[in-house]
Structures are given as C-alpha cells and as structure tokens.
C-alpha cells in the first residue's frame, strides 16, 4: 500500500477513520509524518471532563468516550484505550460504579502507549478492577485466585503458559491489595509474606515483584505483540510476525509506543493482503460512520444502536473481552448497522454526498459496488456508502 | 432428608435403561433432524423463595423456620404425603397431573456464592472456581460445529453470560420489529452480492452478511403468538412460541422472569411471581401441545440462587443457596429429582445443595441437546431427566 490508500488504512486502524475535513491534511504529510502524527498526539493530556459531566451516570461517560473517538483528538491514545479496555475487560455490570470505569478508562488513556510493566502495575492497583477481580477478599490464608489467574491467563502471558501453583503463589503475594470506597488501599496485616515460587524464582514476594517477573518473560512479550497485531493489522498474524514485535517490546522494556511505531511501518502492516481485512466493531462503526459524514458528536440513538449491535462502552461481556470478526455479524448486529447507516446518511452534512466516496473509500471505489453508487445521488449515496461491505472493514 | 420412594424406583430403572443404549450415541455425528429439539432457559431473576415454592409440608421445621411466612397447610398444593406447592402454582399442579412436570429438589453447588452477579455468573457458565469467559450454552454451541447462521436467541437487551461464545449464531432481542429492514435494503444487498464474487475477507463479511439479513428478514415477519399467557412472561413466551412455529430451528432461547428479591414484604410479591409463572408456562406447554411441538421442546426454570431458610424480621427472606429448579415438557421424565435438602442440618441458615447443577446441565446437554457434556461441564454425572 502506498499514496492516499496508505493513509486511509492507518487512520482507519490507528484512529476510527477519516473526516472530509482532515483527509487533505494527512495526504499532505504522508505516510510517515502521519504515523509520527498520531503517535504525538497521544502526550496530549487527556482532556479535562466537560462541565455538567455526571461520571456516575453509564449513558454519560459512554457518551463523552464516542465523542472524543469521533472528535479525533489524539485519535490514536483513544483507540488504544478501547485496546486496552477489551483487554482488561472488566464490566460496570459488576462494578456498578461508572466513576470507577471512567477512572480505568482514564488510566489507559493516560498510561496506554507506555511501558506494558507500569501498565500492569497501575491496572492491578485500579479500583475497578480489584472490584472486578475480588482483590478485597484476596487475604493471607484465604487467596481469592481471580486475579492470580486473569492476569495470567487473558492479561500478560496467555493460557498455556504458566501453572496451577504460579497461580496460587501470586494470588499470595497479591494479598493486601485492595480498595476502600474509591481509593486503592495495601493492607499490610492482610499481605503474607512469606515466601513464594512464581515462574522459577524464589522471594517474599509481593504484586509489583510478581508483575516483573511475568512482564519479562518472553511468553508475555508474545501474547501482547499478537493482540496488538491481531487488533491494529490483520487477525491471522504468523510466529515470524509475531516474534519480530515480541523483539520490539523485549528491547524496549515493553515500550507500546515504540512497538506500534515498528508495527505501522511493518511490511505486513502495509501489505496489500491486510487492506480491509478486519470487520469494524460496533463502536468503530458507527464513530467512523460519524466522521465520515461529518457529523458532529454522537447522538443519543446510537447507545440503543450499539446496544443492539452488541458492544456497550464499560460493559464488555465477559472478562474475555468483546467477540471480533464475523462475530459481530448476527443478524440483529447486520440489520443495526444497515438502519444506522440510513440514519447517519439523514444526519450527515449535505456536501458530504460528493466526498463520501473519498472518505469512505480513500478516493478509489471498489469495482464491484462503483456502479451501484454511481447511480445513487444524494443521501442514499451516502447511506449506501455507508452501509456498503468495503465500510464495514477496517 | 426426605428420600422419594418413587424417585428411588425411577433411579433404578434409569440405570437399567441407560446400560441397554448404545453408549455414547451423540459421537456418532450430527444429530439426524438438525433443529429438531428447542431447550428453553427461563431465570428466575433475584434468587426464588424454593421453601415457600415446593413445600416439605409434613416437616415440622418448616413452620419453625416460617411463622410469618408460611403458608397456611390448607391452601398448599400437596402433590404427595411430604411434597406441596404453592398455592399460586395452580398451572404446575396441572402440569404435574399431565406428567409433564419435573421437579429437582436442591440444585446448589459447593461454597454458594450470595452475590446476584457472582451467582448468576456461576449459573451462566457453570465454573464456579474462575472467573469465566464464555457461557456453558456458548461452549455448548461450539461444541457441536453447524454453519447455520442463527442457533439460540435470548429475550433481552444484553447478551447473557450463559450464552456468550465466539461465533454470530446468538442474537439478543426484545421486540420482532427491531429486525425490520430499512428502506433501500435491496441495493445494500446487491452490493453485498457483488462481494461473494470476490475473495478472503470480502467474500466472507459478504456470505455472513447475507445470510444473516435472510434470518432477519424471517424474524422481521414473525409476530407473538399463542393464548393462555399474560403479563411480561406471557409475552416473552408468545414471541417464544412464534420462534418455535417459524422454520429457525433454533437451538436454545433464553429468557428472564424477575423480581424474586423478595428481602421484605414477600408474601403478596411472591404469590404473584410465581402465579405467573405457574399460569404461563401451562399457557405455554398446552400451546406447543396443540401445535405439536410439545415433544420437541423442554423449558428448564431456574434461579441463581434460593433463599434463606429463617425469613427475616422485614417479612421477606435473604439471600440462599439451594433451591427447587423444574423441568417441563413433554419428553420429561416427569415426579421428584433429587432430595429435598434437610431443613434441620443447614449450612449458616442455608439449605445443603443435594443435586449438584452442573449434573442437571449434564443431563440436559446429553439427553435432550445431544451435546457431550464432559467437554462443558467436566465429570458430573448426567441427571436422569427424560423419558
């Protein structure tokens, strides 16, 4: 991939998509610049949360996240945070506290493109998710095993990586960590502090040791080079690829910034084979929808629409994450898309009619669907842009 | 505990019966009618009073644990010389008489959790020791590979846990028109057309899609259907029954009944709940009978957890664990499950589970969806539950 094709496949994978507004822009700087861009952008700090903002209201902080994903402020620290939050997916449904989602959110906004060890080390002391994970009932002599095993297995190294006595032993050495109302508290009476064997080294250790042992490891240097491939580029990546960015973070101390660098200049990144190869989310949907129509904001109708399609902010199914891929694809989550479509072409700016197909399409309508778009005008163009197959892959 | 001399004599007939099948009968591929049987989940959402829904009524603790709350011997639905239901469960005294009821007494698992999210979560994925990731339908579901675009529905705005797997063939809903497709759906479709022609990626989100618009466009037509139901229930069961009318062959359909909570003031609330739930399911079960479909489908009923022995001081009950679920349909085997957990030796004011729920879904899974259960639910030993 080279030229506009290029840009409009990295905004649409480091970002949610092109406006009208910004095409010319990127164009402009090409390639590189762009990445360099978006990768900027993300020391941007995170905005403060607007007047009248109500955190503890789930519509609410829903709301505010889409419409910093549509406004493109640091597009790339956004996209990442939705990474990370399918990542450490924990649920208000458990938590039944949206500030506290909001403050996760918050964190991987702020902390998302840094080093993976400090990550890990700021989500284990996040109240939302010691609340997720049942780090309170986590005490000397009575290990709650949660934590133990998700940080493990879906956080840091993967299933088939570590053992029944690795979890138990750094459920020992979590124990302290807890929360009270909304802070994290350490409860030293409650920490053992005995000694424990976690992946072959021996120590009185405790949450922060346990989380330099396994973020060194190569296994987990390999599980998130192969999330952030399978998310950022193409679902299928291969051990050589996945080897090469596992490279990337061991060198840079688990970096992401400096690995997402490496991975948007990738050969296989820019490969015509990945062009359009991942099904958007529900959320990518319908924010790239939005900005491709240059619309303003999120309106309210899209929380239902979105709730039909299958993905709710803050309320990821299971602590797996979201589904990805054909998964989206049911028919509830098809016919949602097809009446948003119709929707947001009502909505969108009149002149986007003639650009659509530039935004849409980075300027160069696939074959199969020219002639079904060159026939239509106005705002069905624009919904049949929208509601086409090539829109719904990234 | 309370042994049922014909439950007793059931269990020893079923073990003869099951040495006489080939073992194993679900290895031997795909089941033969794809579609054939529909399981229907109903919860009971916020944890159902099991002692004042099946009643030990020749127990004299029952009144030790119930002044207030119990109910009076006269009014109780007694279906034998131990056993009685509540007096709203008019529509199971029926079904009981029709055969078509089965009650399992004591469904709980070890070290009862008393949260509703944790105990529904366990419920939803049968593991209680981890915090799961996919539900015991969805691993269920994937257990048994079909290219069919749609498999189970659940009436509700969120997916359920309990079935939650990788694969599209699940979908949400709460209303048939939210399938409507809108205007101009023709030329989206042909472009989608024009896409099958292509390769990888395309092709598939273009197969996928298509498929999943033909479904949609059959639920868009469906309206509910079916008299003898009321209330919430009775339309999420009428929109059941048009599912179950239509050609989806759908596997598993969900759905939830709630406001079980009963903490206070339980009594009127209670009667209430489970009026409609005894109504409507007769309204149910006798509306697949005239349509035929009566064999063809179970409706399992359960809860997240059961209450409190004691009842509190607010006259209402708190928080539980083991609890009567019911199985209803016509392949049923049909009379008492399980023992009825002692009221004397309780578990911290708790009932002691005595049937362990992942044997139940073992049961249903091997019996009635024609699913391995060992791959879901590990070693429990199936339930014996149809005929």
């Not at chain 1, 300027?363 to 929208?386: F, N």
């Not at chain 2, 206070?264 to 009667?271: C, F, I, K, L, S």
């Not at chain 2, 006259?315 to 209803?328: N, Q, V």
Request: aromatic fraction near 10%; hydrophobic fraction near 40%.
């Amino acid at each position: 991939m080279e030229g506009a094709t290029a840009v409009g496949h990295l905004l649409r994978r480091a970002g949610f998509g092109a406006t009208p507004g910004d095409l010319d822009e990127y164009r402009s700087l090409g390639y590189r610049k762009s990445v360099q861009k978006l990768l900027d952008e993300i020391d941007r700090p995170t905005p403060a949360d607007p007047d009248g903002f109500d955190p503890y209201e789930p519509g609410a902080i829903q709301q505010l996240w889409l419409d910093r994903m549509r406004s493109g402020q640091a597009m790339l620290a956004e996209k990442l945070a939705l990474f990370w939050h399918g990542h450490f997916a924990n649920s208000n449904a458990k938590v039944q506290d949206a500030q506290l989602m909001w403050s996760q959110y918050r964190l991987f906004r702020s902390h998302g493109a840094g080093r993976f060890r400090q990550l890990v080390e700021k989500v284990s002391r996040d109240v939302a998710m010691i609340r997720f994970l049942d780090g309170n009932s986590n005490r000397k002599g009575i290990a709650n095993e949660n934590y133990g095993r998700e940080l493990q297995e879906l956080f840091t190294l993967g299933i088939g990586n570590y053992t029944e006595k690795d979890i138990r032993e750094i459920a020992r050495a979590f124990t302290g960590f807890g929360c009270r109302h909304h802070d994290f508290v350490y409860s030293p009476e409650f920490h053992d502090d005995g000694e424990k064997t976690v992946h072959g080294q021996t120590g009185e250790f405790d949450g922060d040791d346990v989380i330099r042992i396994i973020t060194s490891l190569p296994a987990c240097h390999r599980f998130i080079a192969g999330k952030l491939l399978r998310f950022f580029s193409h679902s299928n990546p291969t051990d050589g690829e996945i080897a090469d960015l596992a490279k990337v973070l061991e060198k840079t101390g688990g970096d992401i910034r400096s690995t997402l660098f490496v991975l948007f200049h990738s050969p296989a990144f820019l490969s015509g084979a990945h062009h359009r190869v991942l099904i958007k989310s529900p959320v990518e949907f319908v924010v790239s929808a939005r900005r491709a129509t240059g619309a303003a904001g999120i309106p309210p109708w899209c929380h239902g629409a979105l709730e039909r399609m299958g993905q709710i902010l803050f309320r990821p199914p299971s602590v797996k994450g979201w589904t990805s891929g054909t998964g989206w694809l049911s028919a509830a989550g098809v016919v949602e898309r097809f009446k948003a479509a119709r929707r947001f072409a009502q909505e969108a700016a009149p002149e986007t009619a003639d650009s659509i197909l530039d935004t849409a399409f980075d300027g160069s309508v696939p074959q199969a669907l020219a002639q079904t778009l060159a026939e239509a005008s106005g705002r069905d163009r624009i919904a049949l842009a929208l509601a086409s197959p090539e829109f719904q892959l990234a | 505990m309370i042994l049922e001399r014909r439950e007793f004599l059931k269990r020893g007939l079923a073990l003869g019966s099951v040495l006489a099948l080939p073992r194993f009968a679900w290895a031997q591929g795909a089941r033969k009618e794809p579609g054939a049987r529909t399981l229907i989940l109903l919860h009971l959402n916020g944890g159902n009073d099991g002692l004042n829904t099946v009643i030990p009524h020749r127990d004299r603790n029952y009144r030790v644990l119930r002044p207030g709350l119990g109910i009076d011997d006269g009014r109780i639905r007694k279906i034998n010389d131990q056993i009685g239901l509540h007096p709203a469960l008019q529509g199971f005294e029926q079904l009981w008489k029709q055969d078509k009821l089965a009650i399992i007494n004591g469904v709980g698992y070890p070290n009862p959790n008393y949260s509703h999210f944790r105990a529904t979560e366990i419920y939803y994925t049968a593991e209680p020791d981890k915090t799961p990731d996919l539900g015991w339908l969805g691993r269920a579901l994937d257990a048994r590979k079909s290219n069919k675009p749609l498999r189970a529905m659940a009436v509700a705005k969120e997916k359920p846990l309990s079935l939650v797997s990788g694969s599209p063939g699940v979908v949400t809903f709460t209303d048939f028109k939210q399938f409507r497709l809108p205007d101009g759906v023709d030329d989206t479709a042909a472009m989608y057309e024009s896409f099958k022609e292509l390769s990888g990626e395309r092709r598939e989100l273009a197969v996928r899609t298509l498929e999943a618009l033909k479904v949609a466009r059959k639920i868009a037509n469906l309206s509910p259907s079916g008299r003898g139901m009321y209330g919430r229930l009775g339309n999420d069961l009428r929109k059941v029954v048009a599912l179950l009318r239509s050609d989806l062959d759908l596997e598993v359909i969900q759905l939830t009944f709630g406001g079980f909570d009963t903490h206070a003031n339980q009594g009127g609330a209670h009667n209430g709940l489970l009026a409609q739930v005894g109504n409507n399911l007769r309204g149910f079960q006798a509306e697949l009978d005239r349509l035929g479909l009566a064999d063809r489908v179970a409706t399992f009923v359960f809860s997240e957890f059961g209450r409190r022995a004691t009842e509190n001081l607010s006259g209402g009950t708190d928080h539980g664990s083991a609890y009567p679920a019911f199985l209803i349909g016509g392949g049923v085997k049909p009379g008492l499950h399980g023992a009825y957990p002692s009221l004397e030796d309780l578990d911290r004011g708790n009932f002691r589970y005595t049937t362990d729920f992942r044997s139940v879904y073992a049961g249903l899974l091997r019996d009635f969806l024609k699913i391995e259960p060992k791959g879901i639910v590990g070693d429990h030993k199936p339930m014996e539950l149809f005929a």
